[in-house]
Structures are given as structure tokens and as C-alpha cells.
């Protein structure tokens, strides 16, 4: 069966980057400007408060997860009341772990953290079908999972950059499925929370050449074209044919990018009958016309 949500993870190529041991004592609070780059964190032990620019701020326990996709600013701090230091998450870290507060009384708080990237040119849009913000509690599988990555980051061994990479991969979707549930936010998630949905968005997912229309889609949802339209904008946050044509730019843009593929196979893999009018979609959509992206990726 086809699965829409590894799909993606696949195309988004995360590589691991940093992680780091963090912990807070006696009266603290920091302050991170915006990142961009996935950002994720466990509580080992302790408790601290997480505030997300844009989202409502959290009390975060031991075995709490939280995983943002762009990581926005945010504040982190203890439970009394501070001024929080600002901190440039671009700046070179230390290396040993990190203390905020009291560098030398017992801490309040410690957890893993880290971020990493995503290697694919298409990374804003398919993010922007992920939550803002992924709050786990009792996360035990995810919290060894950042465990592991901390370890593997941390040691020169042999195929240490694969290793990384299938855990954040790991971690990713562990992390997302986990939140694949009706009352999630729209996007992509929420979308296969739905089974009617979910057909849809596999059908599109597995065969990307087809020459879908709504009124097909509404078919494999089994609703009415007017019943399936609307559940689909509401749950998924975009139009049925929107979502179709991001995901087969998506495709596209890896194809040209990191398959060599050659213009004319690419048009007839995401469902267009001719380079020529595959070109005119993609110049459309992209900015730029399909070869010349190519021989970007090639020299970049």
C-alpha cells in the first residue's frame, strides 16, 4: 500500500545536524529568534516551560516530545519569573553541554535537543502540509530514538552519516503519525486521519501519472464531487487538484535534481503528455523552466 506520509519523508531527504544535552537550573529563560531549520527536543527529567511564537505555550515534562517542522522563535525557561537571554541559534555551539541559569546548582530540567535539514529544494512547500508545532507526551519510542541520534552524532564511526539520517527519518514519522488524528491541524496528517481522504490522497500518491479529476477522487473517497471538494480543503488545507499538482512538482523538482532524468520521462511520470507542456506547467510554477533548474542542481 502505497504510504503518502514516508513519501514524503523520503522526498524531504532530512540529514541530521546537531544535538546537544541541555539543562536549566535556578532562575533561567532563553530566548531563540527564528531558525527555520526542524528543531526537536526530549525532557530526560525535570520540567520547563516552552513558549512557540504563534502557539500556546507549554508546561513540558519528563518524556515529552516536541518536534517543530520550521522552528519559529520561541521562549524556554523555568517557572519563576525572568528576563530571558537572547540566543542566536546560528551561532557556532559550545561543546560540552549546554546550561542555562546557574551553571553550577543542581538542574531543574535536562533534555536532548538538536535540529537538522532538509536537503530537498521543495522543503516549504511539503513542511507547510506538516503541524507548526508536534507536542508528544510520554514519548518513550521517540525518546530513544533522540537517544540514539545524540550517541551516533556524537561518535566518528563508520557509515555514521547513514545511521543519521534513517533515524531522523525514523524519528520524523514516528513522530507525525503520532499525530495523525481528526482533530490535528490542517494539512497532510489530518488529511489521512480521514479514511475517506486517505484513499484519495494514496490514489494520487500512487499513481501521480494519471490523468486524475476531482470527480475521480471524489469517487475513491466515495463521496459526492461537492462532499469530498470541501472535506478535502477543510482537512487537508488545500484544493484536491492544488495538493495533486504540488506533489507532482515535488516529484518533478527530485526527478531533475537528483535522478538526471531526462525532461520528456519526467513529464510522463507526474502526468503530463508532453515535455512541452510539462515545461510551460513547471515554468509556471517554479520560475524557471525545468532544464535550466536541472543544471542548477548539477553545479550547485
Given at each position: 500500500?502505497?504510504?503518502?506520509?514516508?513519501?514524503?519523508?523520503?522526498?524531504?531527504?532530512?540529514?541530521?545536524?546537531?544535538?546537544?544535552?541541555?539543562?536549566?537550573?535556578?532562575?533561567?529563560?532563553?530566548?531563540?529568534?527564528?531558525?527555520?531549520?526542524?528543531?526537536?527536543?526530549?525532557?530526560?527529567?525535570?520540567?520547563?516551560?516552552?513558549?512557540?511564537?504563534?502557539q500556546d505555550p507549554l508546561t513540558l515534562e519528563e518524556g515529552d516530545f516536541v518536534l517543530l517542522p520550521t522552528t519559529p522563535g520561541f521562549t524556554m525557561s523555568g517557572f519563576e519569573p525572568v528576563t530571558p537571554v537572547f540566543i542566536d541559534p546560528k551561532a557556532t555551539p559550545p561543546a560540552d553541554e549546554v546550561r542555562h541559569?546557574?551553571?553550577?546548582?543542581?538542574?531543574?530540567?535536562?533534555?536532548?535537543?538538536?535540529?537538522?535539514?532538509?536537503?530537498?529544494?521543495?522543503?516549504?512547500?511539503?513542511?507547510?502540509?506538516?503541524?507548526?508545532?508536534?507536542?508528544?507526551?510520554?514519548?518513550?519510542?521517540?525518546?530513544?530514538?533522540?537517544?540514539?541520534?545524540?550517541?551516533?552524532?556524537?561518535?566518528?564511526?563508520?557509515?555514521?552519516?547513514?545511521?543519521?539520517?534513517?533515524?531522523?527519518?525514523?524519528?520524523?514519522?514516528?513522530?507525525?503519525?503520532?499525530?495523525?488524528?481528526?482533530?490535528?491541524?490542517?494539512?497532510?496528517?489530518?488529511?489521512?486521519?480521514?479514511?475517506?481522504?486517505?484513499?484519495?490522497?494514496?490514489?494520487?500518491?500512487?499513481?501521480?501519472?494519471?490523468?486524475?479529476?476531482?470527480?475521480?477522487?471524489?469517487?475513491?473517497?466515495?463521496?459526492?464531487?461537492?462532499?469530498?471538494?470541501?472535506?478535502?480543503?477543510?482537512?487537508?488545507?488545500?484544493?484536491?487538484?492544488?495538493?495533486?499538482?504540488?506533489?507532482?512538482?515535488?516529484?518533478?523538482?527530485?526527478?531533475?535534481?537528483?535522478?538526471?532524468?531526462?525532461?520528456?520521462?519526467?513529464?510522463?511520470?507526474?502526468?503530463?503528455?508532453?515535455?512541452?507542456?510539462?515545461?510551460?506547467?513547471?515554468?509556471?510554477?517554479?520560475?524557471?523552466?525545468?532544464?535550466?533548474?536541472?543544471?542548477?542542481?548539477?553545479?550547485?
Amino acid at each position: 500500500m502505497i504510504d503518502p506520509l514516508s513519501e514524503i519523508i523520503t522526498l524531504l531527504r532530512p540529514r541530521a545536524v546537531f544535538t546537544k544535552s541541555i539543562s536549566g537550573a535556578g532562575r533561567w529563560g532563553v530566548r531563540y529568534s527564528d531558525f527555520g531549520h526542524p528543531g526537536f527536543c526530549t525532557i530526560v527529567e525535570g520540567a520547563c516551560r516552552l513558549a512557540v511564537d504563534g502557539q500556546d505555550p507549554l508546561t513540558l515534562e519528563e518524556g515529552d516530545f516536541v518536534l517543530l517542522p520550521t522552528t519559529p522563535g520561541f521562549t524556554m525557561s523555568g517557572f519563576e519569573p525572568v528576563t530571558p537571554v537572547f540566543i542566536d541559534p546560528k551561532a557556532t555551539p559550545p561543546a560540552d553541554e549546554v546550561r542555562h541559569g546557574d551553571p553550577d546548582g543542581p538542574s531543574s530540567v535536562r533534555l536532548l535537543g538538536g535540529y537538522f535539514v532538509f536537503e530537498t529544494e521543495d522543503a516549504g512547500l511539503l513542511v507547510s502540509l506538516l503541524p507548526a508545532q508536534v507536542h508528544v507526551r510520554g514519548a518513550e519510542r521517540l525518546s530513544i530514538l533522540v537517544r540514539l541520534l545524540t550517541e551516533e552524532a556524537a561518535e566518528q564511526r563508520a557509515g555514521r552519516d547513514l545511521v543519521l539520517a534513517r533515524l531522523v527519518e525514523v524519528l520524523l514519522i514516528e513522530a507525525l503519525r503520532l499525530t495523525q488524528r481528526p482533530d490535528a491541524p490542517p494539512g497532510l496528517l489530518r488529511g489521512l486521519a480521514d479514511q475517506r481522504l486517505a484513499e484519495a490522497i494514496r490514489g494520487m500518491h500512487g499513481n501521480p501519472a494519471r490523468s486524475w479529476t476531482v470527480a475521480e477522487l471524489a469517487k475513491a473517497a466515495g463521496l459526492s464531487r461537492s462532499a469530498f471538494f470541501e472535506r478535502f480543503m477543510r482537512n487537508v488545507g488545500l484544493a484536491p487538484m492544488e495538493y495533486l499538482l504540488a506533489w507532482r512538482m515535488a516529484m518533478a523538482k527530485d526527478l531533475l535534481r537528483s535522478h538526471n532524468a531526462e525532461i520528456s520521462d519526467v513529464a510522463g511520470r507526474v502526468g503530463y503528455g508532453s515535455a512541452s507542456t510539462f515545461s510551460t506547467a513547471f515554468s509556471r510554477h517554479v520560475g524557471q523552466a525545468p532544464g535550466r533548474y536541472a543544471r542548477a542542481g548539477a553545479t550547485g
